[in-house]
């Protein structure tokens, strides 16, 4: 390989590629902590309770990283080798970077799966591939969040309008609540001045007035099970609130995430839909980007502009 190529690691939170591994992505995730048998049989479950079980979980991040290494080709022939890079699973953040030097990458862009800023996520992520980047040789910039790309919002739009019209012509559009939502984290980054519950409300109401509609609102969900308070409230805890005020139609848009994954089809398909069906709300929800050419886009975009810097 040309030493020429700049490399292109793609970062993403990872996920197991057999129920074998779930023991080992827990354990990672919780610092070397393995979880008790509690709390390993309830993973093992949710994924399980997934139809097709969680194979298709991570062919969606492959899947990614192949679409945008042939968007980079077509946008920049022979000049860009993508690489990925997992928080929690293998190939780590670490492997990547090290796999771009042993092929003679000197420069390279990194870039998250997740279009919003956290010194929690994609901060961590970062930090991560700078460390071993700097060990190694490999010159690195980042690509920080790209949450309110005109290709993003146009994506995101495009799908609350379609997720809307699922509701029927009986159904009128404007008494859907767009219930927007992402990933929660523990309450200590409001005290850090992090900018991630700012820039997510930023892509939900730049989403929101693209699709034409003004009856939405945020809400958080699949908070971490620990001792500190997370970002709420859940989304569970909301659709509990709209049917006690009579809202009967709701539109989940997952915003802070994008492909399908356990926060989406177990958190939101399975568990909140469940909760919704309780309380008599019909509940719809968004496709997720996965690997739209609007999104690939997006990232190829941020990767060339990247490298400008």
């Given at each position: 390989m040309?030493?020429?190529?700049?490399?292109?690691?793609v970062m993403s939170y990872g996920t197991p590629e057999s129920l074998d591994e779930v023991e080992e992505y827990y354990t990672h995730i919780r610092r070397g902590n393995p979880p008790t048998p509690e709390q390993l049989a309830d993973l093992t479950n949710r994924y399980e309770a997934i139809v097709g079980g969680f194979f298709p979980l991570r062919k969606n991040t492959?899947?990614?990283?192949?679409?945008?290494?042939?968007?980079?080709?077509?946008?920049?022939?022979?000049?860009?080798?993508?690489?990925?890079?997992?928080?929690?699973?293998?190939?780590?953040?670490?492997d990547g970077v090290r796999q771009m030097s042993e092929d003679g990458v000197k420069e390279a862009?990194?870039?998250?799966?997740?279009?919003?800023?956290?010194?929690?996520?994609?901060?961590?992520?970062?930090?991560?591939?700078?460390?071993?980047?700097?060990?190694?040789?490999?010159?690195?910039?980042?690509?920080?969040?790209?949450?309110l790309h005109p290709k993003l919002i146009e994506a995101l739009s495009q799908r609350v309008e379609r997720g809307l019209a699922a509701f029927g012509p009986e159904v009128d559009r404007v008494a859907?609540?767009?219930?927007?939502?992402?990933?929660?984290?523990?309450?200590?980054?409001v005290q850090m001045k992090d900018p991630y519950p700012e820039q997510l409300l930023a892509t939900a109401a730049a989403t929101a007035s693209a699709a034409g509609t003004s009856n939405w609102q945020f809400t958080w969900q699949s908070a971490g099970r620990t001792h500190e308070p997370w970002l709420g409230p859940d989304i569970l805890e909301t659709l509990q609130e709209l049917a006690a005020n009579g809202v009967k139609h709701v539109l989940a848009a997952p915003i802070g995430f994008?492909?399908?994954?356990?926060?989406?089809?177990?958190?939101?398909?399975?568990?909140a839909k469940a909760e919704a069906a309780r309380l008599g709300l019909h509940l719809e929800r968004i496709e997720m980007l996965?690997?739209?050419?609007?999104?690939?886009?997006?990232?190829?975009?941020?990767?060339?502009?990247?490298?400008?810097?």
């Open positions: 040309s030493n020429a190529k700049i490399g292109v690691l492959d899947n990614q990283v192949a679409a945008l290494q042939q968007w980079l080709d077509e946008a920049a022939p022979g000049t860009y080798r993508c690489y990925q890079g997992l928080k929690h699973a293998r190939p780590y953040i670490e862009v990194g870039i998250v799966l997740a279009p919003h800023y956290s010194f929690m996520s994609v901060g961590g992520y970062i930090k991560r591939a700078k460390e071993t980047a700097e060990q190694l040789g490999v010159a690195m910039r980042f690509v920080e969040e790209y949450h859907v609540k767009v219930l927007f939502s992402a990933h929660s984290l523990p309450e200590r980054i994008v492909s399908d994954h356990l926060e989406v089809l177990y958190d939101l398909d399975i568990e996965n690997t739209d050419p609007l999104y690939m886009e997006v990232l190829g975009d941020c990767v060339l502009h990247a490298r400008e810097k």
